[in-house]
């Protein structure tokens, strides 16, 4: 998921300043996202024909075995108490029956965590860190031991510099999407509900999924249900990260809208 896109991105980063973290981040998508536009294209261009209709068929079920899968795995890990599993069910009812905006549940849920723990800390305060380890594995490139190297220590500076690049790169590429779409076009919306999506992603691909079915399904209504879960379908039965399936989102939202024309 997008955890392991940062991870890439931060190796990279870490070995190779800026040039590395750009080749490690892009390269690790890059692929994935080529054969994710290629069978979306796929997927609309031929459908409808019986044997890809049929393949589409099958691999439903065994993705929403995999979803349930994953999520009784994290469920099993992040859920040590009763006050864990009463939050996990509150924000289900909240986004499944109330329809709450996934913001606001996330929201609700770090306050309740935050108070919770400074109020009843056996409870809420679980512990962390890595552990011991099992096994050995020999000397590494970069292990809990390495110095830090000067282009990876704290400064508000170069934090600023580069906070500043990244907004600027983001306002110039909104810009252009008002400038040749409007405000309300297509290409705009995608561009701002993913800009969103992006700071929303905790806790992985499966926590943000549920905000992504919100938006595009619900609210804008750049695809169906069913067409969602054939995303879903794509993006675990193809290599690279899961959050990809918002690349099959943007296609199918951009095809079926014609924002290209038709």
């Known amino acids: 998921g997008p955890e392991a896109q940062q991870l890439a991105t931060y190796i990279g980063w870490l070995m190779h300043r800026t040039a590395g973290g750009i080749a490690a981040g892009a390269l ?7 054969i994710l536009i290629a069978l979306s294209w796929i997927y609309l261009r031929f459908g409808d024909v019986p044997v ?3 393949l589409f068929y099958g691999i439903k079920p065994a993705v929403t075995a995999l979803v349930l899968h994953a999520a009784h795995r994290i469920g099993t890990r992040a859920l040590k108490n009763r006050w864990m599993w009463g939050i996990a069910a509150a924000s289900f009812v909240a986004i499944f029956a109330l329809d709450t905006p996934f913001p606001a549940i996330v929201l609700a849920a770090a306050l309740i965590g935050h108070f919770g723990a400074r109020r009843w800390p056996q409870v809420f305060a679980l512990g962390g860190g890595h552990g011991s380890a099992k096994a050995s594995y020999g000397p590494a490139l970069i292990d809990d031991h390495t110095p830090t190297p000067m282009h990876a220590r704290f400064s508000r500076s170069h934090l600023a510099k580069v906070l500043g690049f990244g907004l600027g790169l983001w306002l110039l590429a909104m810009a252009a999407l008002v400038a040749l779409n409007g405000l309300q076009g297509t290409l705009t919306q995608m561009g701002w509900f993913f800009t969103k999506a992006a700071l929303l992603t905790f806790g992985g691909a499966y926590a943000v999924l549920p905000y992504v079915y919100q938006g595009a399904v619900d609210q804008h209504q750049w695809l169906s249900a069913p067409q969602m879960i054939d995303g879903l379908a794509l993006g675990e039965t193809t290599p690279g990260p ?21």
């Open 242 to 262: 899961l959050i990809m399936v918002v690349a099959f989102v943007g296609f199918v939202g951009g095809w079926l809208q014609q924002v290209l024309g038709p």
């Open 28 to 34: 690790f998508v890059l692929p994935s996202l080529f």
């Open 52 to 54: 890809v209709a049929g």
